[in-house]
């Protein structure tokens, strides 16, 4: 069983950065996937960004190129988002999420993650 806790959250104003943590309590990640997901308000959850946790392989969601990053520290079993240039429309909930064999779309892990945190609340103003 893998349990996943977010933190890093809060209100910030649009051009600013934060850093979003994820902590885990397992024993080692790997050979998984861990991702990034959001849901704003009245919308579906998209996928944010992913890394392997053996390689170290990154991939990001279009909207988030260039601005987050997706990073592990081996050591702490924690993976976290630094996200810069923050944009109202990054308000969202950010929820963690790993997976031993996440399914793919087009090379991307984006789907079939079965080990989620209960997210953490971002929301940036104008």
């Known amino acids: 069983q893998v349990q996943l806790v977010e933190s890093g959250g809060g209100l910030v104003q649009a051009g600013d950065s934060l850093r979003l943590s994820c902590a885990a309590s397992?024993?080692?990640?790997?050979?998984?996937?861990l991702a990034w997901f959001r849901q704003a308000i009245g919308k579906e959850r998209e996928f944010v960004a992913a890394?392997?946790?053996?390689?170290?392989?990154?991939y990001y969601a279009d909207a988030v190129k260039g601005r987050f990053t997706i990073s592990r520290d081996n050591a702490k079993n924690t993976v976290y988002l630094q996200m810069n240039s923050l944009k109202p429309e990054d308000t969202a909930v950010y929820y963690c999420a790993a997976d031993f064999s996440p399914r793919t779309v087009l090379g991307v892990p984006l789907r079939g993650y079965d080990y989620w945190g209960q997210g953490t609340q971002v929301t940036v103003s104008s």
């Open positions: 890394i392997t946790w053996n390689s170290g392989r990154t």
């Open positions: 397992t024993r080692t990640f790997s050979n998984y996937y």
